[in-house]
C-alpha cells in the first residue's frame, strides 16, 4: 500500500487511490461497449431451458398424485385440510347475520375502552355488506383466517425455536431475509405446481408470503425478555416448559401479536393477485372489475378490502396495546360473559330469523356517480393524457428500453452490474450480480428482464423525487407529518392494482398505468415515511452546533441534516425499489409488457415451467437491487455512524 | 453451609482452560483478554459462607460479582471448581436435583428486580410454589402472608409496574422469602433505589435477619452498604478476592492499595472498636470500656479526661489500652 503524503481529511475512510477505481471501471466498460456494439441481445441457445422439466414434473404429479406416498400422505391431507377449513369457515361465516360480525368486532375493541375506535371500526364491518359484497368479502376473510392461522403455528414454533437455539436462529435469519425480498408474485409459482390452482394454492402463497414477520417478531419477543425475568424464573425451580410458558412466551405476546398484524397485513396485500391462481373472493372481483373496464366497482371494491384491513388491523393492535392493567378500572367479572352471551344470542335470533343479507343496496349507487367522473375526465382530457401517454412511452421508456437492450452488450450489462457491486461492498457482492445476470439470461427472458428493469428504474425514480421532498418537509414540521401520515396510510392499504384500473380507464392500456402510476402512488408512502424518520434521526447537537457556528436554514439543511440522513435515504430508494419489483405483476396486468406480461400468460395459460423461469428472474432482480442498495447504504454510511 | 472452592468462570473464546492457565501464571485480565479473546469473568474464587451468616462481596462493575453469584445459584456454569451447598456439590446435580434445591433451599433477589410484569403481585410472589404444582388458595395464602410481612397487602392485585422501585423490591424479596428458603443471593438489591428507600430496606432486611437468620450472600458496589449488613465482607477486583474479613478487619487492615481506596472515605471511627486501635499489653489504670466498642463511642470518654482507657474482653480480663494518640490518626482522616 502506498503511503499519502498528507493525513487524509478527517472523514476519509477510503485510501485516495480508490477514488480512481469506478472511474478506471467506468472506462473500461465504455470501451468494451463499444468493442462489442455488434452483440445483439442475449445469445437464443443460451437457455437452460428450465420449463421442460418443470412441465414434466407437473405432468408426473397429475399423474401420481395418488399413488404417490408424498402426495398421498403429506400433499393431499394439507390440501384436503386447507380445503375443508376455509368451506367450513366460509360458509359458516356466510351464515352469520349480517350485522354479528360488526358486534363481535365492535365488542373487542371495546374491550380496551376506545369507544369511538370501536365504533368506528363496527362501522367499517359493515361496509363490504353494505355495498353487496358481503360474500367475496367473506371468503376473502375466511381465507385470510385460515391462511393467518397457519401462519401462527408454524411461525411461532419456529420463532421459539430460533431464539433458543441460536444456530437454527442463524441459519433462518436469512432466509426470512431473502423471503421478504422476493416478490410476492414468486410465491404464486411453486404453489399451483405443488397444488394446482383454486383457494388452497393461494392460501399456500399467503403463507409463505406472510410468515416471516410471525417467525421474526416470536423471535425477537423471546430476545427481549428481560434477562433477570429468565433468571429469576430458573433461581425458582421452573422446568424448560414451565419457563417458556410462564415467563417467556406471555412477555413476548405483544411482540408476537404485532407480527401477527404485519402477516395479516402481508396476507391482504396479495389477496388481488392470488385470485389469479384461483384465491376467489374480493380479489377475483377486482381482477373483473379491471377486466369489464368498472373503474367505480373497483373502487368499491377496493374500499371493502381497506375496511377489512383496517378492521383487523385495529383488532390485533388491541391486542398489541392490552392498556396497562389497573385493577381499580377492571371490569367486574360478568361483563365479559354477559356480552358474549348476549352476541350468541343475538346470532341465533338473526340465523333463525334469516337476517342474512345487510338490508339496504348501495352498491351500485357508489360506483356510478365515480364511473361519471372519470369517464368525463377520460373525454375532456383525452388529447392531453394521449399527449403524456405517448411522449412517455415512446420517447422515454422505449428509447431507454431500446438502448438496454439493442445498443448495450449483454456482456456489458452484466460486467457493469459485477463493477457496481465490486465497488460498493466486494467480491462476494460482484460475484452475486454477475452470476444473476448469467441466470437470468440462461431463464430466456434477457429482454423482458431488462425491459422490466427501465421501467422498474422509472418508476423509482419518479417515486424518489416525490418521496424524498416531502419526507423531507414531513421530518421537519410535526403539522405536516401529522396530516400526511393518515393519507400514507390510505395509499399504502388500497390494493396496488385498483389504482391500475382507475388509470387504465383513463389513459387506455399501456406501462403507464401499472407500471408508473400505481406503481409510484403505492412506492411513496414508505419512501416518505423512511426519509422522514432519518430526517428527524439527525442528531440534534449537530444542528445545534451548526447553528451556533452561524449556518443557515439552508447550510443546516444541505451540510448537516441530508448527509447525516443519507443512509435513510437510500433505504427509502430500496423500499421504493422492492415496491415497484413487486409491482411488476400490477403492470403486466395492465398492459405493461415484459416480464409482468409472461407471469401473468404463465398463470392464466397454466404454464407453471414458464412461471418459474419467470419467478427466477424476479426473485433475483429483487435481490440484486436490494443487495446493491443496502451496501450503497453502508457504503456511504458517515464513519462515525458504521461502528 | 455454602463452600466455594477454586470457582473459575471464563466468557468465550472457546478454550476456558487456556485461559485458566494463562491465568495461574500471573498474566493480566487485559493479556488473557488479547491472546485468547476470554474475559475472565471470576478467577479461582474460594470462601465459605457460616449458617446464619450474612456474606457480603462487594467490589466495583465489572468486577465479577454477578458473574461470581451466578455461579453460585447455577444461573450459568463454572468454568471449574465447585459450589459445595451443605457438603453436595451444586455443580454435580442434574437438572432435576438442582431444580429440587432452587424450589426447597435457595432463592434470589435481583437487582432490577426481575419481576414479571405480566403477572399480578401476588402471582409474582407465589411462583416459586406455582412451579411445585401447589394449588392456587394454598400459594396465594402463603403468598399474603409473605406480602403481609414487608407490607405490601393491599397492593397484592396490582401489577408490578404500578408499583415504586422500593415496593417492587419488596416484592421481590417476599417473591424469595415465600418458599422459606435457608440460603438466600441478593445481587445488588438496593442498588436501583433512592438513597433514602436504600436505608430503609436495608434497615428491614437486618431486622428480617434478627427474627430468623438466613445464610445470605449479599451483592453490593457500595462499601457502606457492605459494612452496614455484611458479617464479613469479600472484596473483588477483575474476578479475584482481595481480602476477606469482617468490616473492622478491612477498615483496620486493608490489603491492598484496591481495598484501601475503598475504606478512606468511611468515617472509620463508627466502624472501628476499641480493640483494633488499642496498644495491647498491660493497661495503665483509668476507665474500662469493652473491647466492642465502637471508637465513635470513646472519643467522648477520652476528651473527658485526659487518662488512656482500659480495654476488657468479654471475660472482663484487660487486655490493652487506648490514648488519644491512639486514635488522633483517625480523627485527622475525618476532617479533611
Ligand atoms: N455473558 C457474558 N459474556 C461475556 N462477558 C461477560 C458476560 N457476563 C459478564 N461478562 C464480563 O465479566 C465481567 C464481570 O461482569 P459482572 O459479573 O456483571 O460484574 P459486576 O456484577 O461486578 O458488575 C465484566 O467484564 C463483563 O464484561
Ligand atoms: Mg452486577
Redesign the pocket.
Known sequence: MTTTIEAPPAGEHRPARWRLVPAIGLGMLVVLGLALSAVDGWPANWNMNLRNPIDDFQSWIIDHKTDNPFWKFFFTPISSFIEGSFNTLSDQLKLLPWYALALIAFATIARTRKWGSAVVVGLLMLFPGAVGLWNPTMETLALLMVAVAICIVVGVPLGVLAALNHRFGSLIRPLLDAMQTVPSTVYLVPSILFFSIGRVPAAVAMVLFALPPVVRLTTLGINGVPPETVDAGHVFGSSRRQLLFNVQLPQAIPSIATGVNQTINLGIGIVVIAALIGAGGLGQEALDSLRTRSPGRGLVIGAALVALAIVLDRIARSFIERTTPDPGARQPRWVAPTVIIAIVALVIVGRAAGWLDFPLHWGVKWADPFDHFLTWARDTFRHQIAWVNDHFVADVYLRLADFFTNALAWPVIILAGAALGLWLKGWGLAGFCATSGVIIGLTGFWTPALQTTVQVLLASIIATLIAVPLGIWAGRRPRVERVLLPVLDALQTVPSLIYAIIFVYLIGVSMVPGGIIASVLYAIAPGIRVTALGIKAVPESAIEAATVFGATPRQVMFGIRIPLSLPALIVALNQVLLITVSMVIIAGLTGGGALGYEVVDAFTGNHVGKGFEVAIALALMAMMLDRLTQAFAVRFQPPAATR | MIDVSHVWKV??GGHPQRAIQMADQGHSRADIQAATGS?I?VRDVSFSVQRGETFVVM?L????????IRCMSRLIEPSGGSVGIDGVNLLDMNDEDLRTIRRTKMSMVFQHFGLFPHRRVIDNCAYGLEVQGIPKAERHARAAEMLATVGLTEWANHYPQQLSGGMQQRVGIARALVLDPEILYFDEPFSALDPLIRRDMQNELIALQARRPRTIVFITHDFAEALRLGNRIAIMKD?AIDQIGTPEEIVAHPATDYVREFTTDIPKTKVLTASAVMRPGQALGGRQVAATTKVAALIPLLFADAAPLSVIDDDGHVIGSVAREDISHLLEDEAR
Not at chain 2, 61 to 68: A, R
Open positions: 466468557f468465550g474475559t469473568g467490589g462493575s465489572g468486577s465479577g460479582k454477578s458473574t461470581l474476578g
